[in-house]
C-alpha cells in the first residue's frame, strides 16, 4: 500500500479514518485517543470526515460536546498531522488521496511553508475559539469560520504569498477591486458588506466598519444580552461567512455569479436551516 512517500488512499470511501491504518504515524485513535473518545465520526470513512471548497480539501471533524482548551490543542496537532495528506482529482472517475505533498495544486514547498507557519499566540488564548465550536451549525461551517477567524482560509493573498497563484491573480472575484484578504472578502467588500447590512437592517441595529475579523466576530455575537437572540446572531454570522465562501467559489470555480438579493436571501435561508427559525421573522 505505501511505496515511497506516496499512500494511494483509493476515493477515500473505504478506510476508516480513525480505525484504519492509513497514516505512517500509525492508527488516528491510538495517536488521539481523547478525540476519539468524543468524536462524532467514530466509523467513518475518510470521505465523510471533510469537504471540497471548491480548490482544495478541508478537514472537517465534530465533537459530541464543547471541547476544552487543552483538547482544542489537540485538535491544532491533528490538522497539522493531516496537512500532509492531500487527495487529489487528477483521475476522472473520483477523487484519488495521496499521502504526499503534491496535492490539486500545491507544490513541495506549499506544504513545508503550511507546517513551518506558527500559529499566533491568540488562537491558544483567545476566547473566540471555544466560542465557536458550539454544534449550533454544521462542523464544516464551524471549520470554515474558524479558519476565516485565525487567518488560515486560503484566500489569494494567502495563496500568493506561497507561490500557489501568480500576483496578477490576487484580485477580489466579488468586487474587482482589491486584492482579496480574508478581511476583505469577509468584512470590507462592497458586496460582503451589503449582506452585514441587510443582516443589521433586519434585525433593527447600525454600526461601523470593525477593525478586525475578530472584533467584528466578538461585537456580532455579543450584541444582545437575550440568550435567544445571542443565538440568532451567532448562527448569522456563520451564514454570512459560508455564504460568501460559497459565492466565491461559484465565480471562481464554475464562472456562476448570484446577483445581491440571491445572496443576502441565500444567507438568510442557511440561518433558517440551520436554526429552525426564520432570523428576520420575529
Ligand atoms: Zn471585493
Known amino acids: 500500500m505505501i511505496s515511497g512517500l506516496s499512500m494511494e488512499l483509493g476515493n477515500g470511501r473505504t478506510i476508516q479514518f480513525w480505525e484504519d491504518r492509513w497514516l505512517p504515524p500509525g492508527v488516528l485513535k491510538d495517536i488521539f485517543p481523547r478525540l476519539f473518545s468524543v468524536s462524532t465520526l467514530q466509523g467513518s470513512v475518510i470521505r465523510d470526515c471533510g469537504f471540497w471548497d471548491g480548490l482544495e480539501w478541508i478537514w472537517s471533524f465534530q465533537w459530541r460536546r464543547e471541547l476544552f482548551q487543552w483538547e482544542l490543542d489537540l485538535v491544532h496537532q491533528l490538522h497539522e498531522l493531516l ?31 503550511l507546517q513551518a507557519e506558527v500559529l499566533p499566540e491568540e488562537i491558544t488564548s483567545y476566547s473566540f475559539t471555544r466560542a465557536v465550536w458550539k454544534g449550533l451549525v454544521p462542523p464544516r461551517v464551524e471549520l470554515l469560520t474558524w479558519f476565516v477567524l485565525i487567518g488560515r ?18 484580485r477580489c472575484v466579488l468586487c474587482d477591486k482589491a486584492e482579496e484578504t480574508a478581511f476583505h472578502l469577509f468584512l470590507e467588500c462592497e458586496t460582503t458588506w451589503k449582506v452585514w447590512c441587510a443582516w443589521l437592517l433586519a434585525l433593527g441595529r447600525q454600526w461601523s466598519l470593525p477593525g478586525t475579523l475578530n472584533d467584528h466576530f466578538e461585537s456580532w455575537t455579543e450584541l444582545s444580552v437575550r440568550k435567544v437572540d445571542r443565538k440568532k446572531w451567532f448562527i448569522g454570522f456563520f451564514a454570512v461567512i459560508w455564504t460568501t465562501w460559497l459565492e466565491r467559489n461559484g465565480r471562481l470555480f464554475r464562472d456562476h455569479t448570484s446577483s445581491m438579493e440571491d445572496i443576502i436571501n441565500r444567507s438568510f435561508r442557511y440561518s433558517e436551516k440551520w436554526s429552525g427559525v426564520d432570523p428576520i421573522g420575529c
Open 83 to 113: 496537512q500532509s495528506v492531500k487527495p487529489t482529482t487528477e483521475k476522472e472517475n473520483g477523487v484519488v488521496w495521496k499521502f504526499d505533498k503534491t496535492g490539486v495544486y500545491s507544490t513541495a514547498s506549499f506544504g513545508k511553508v
Open 153 to 170: 482560509v486560503n484566500t489569494k493573498d494567502r495563496l500568493c504569498r506561497f507561490r500557489v497563484i501568480a500576483q496578477q491573480d490576487n
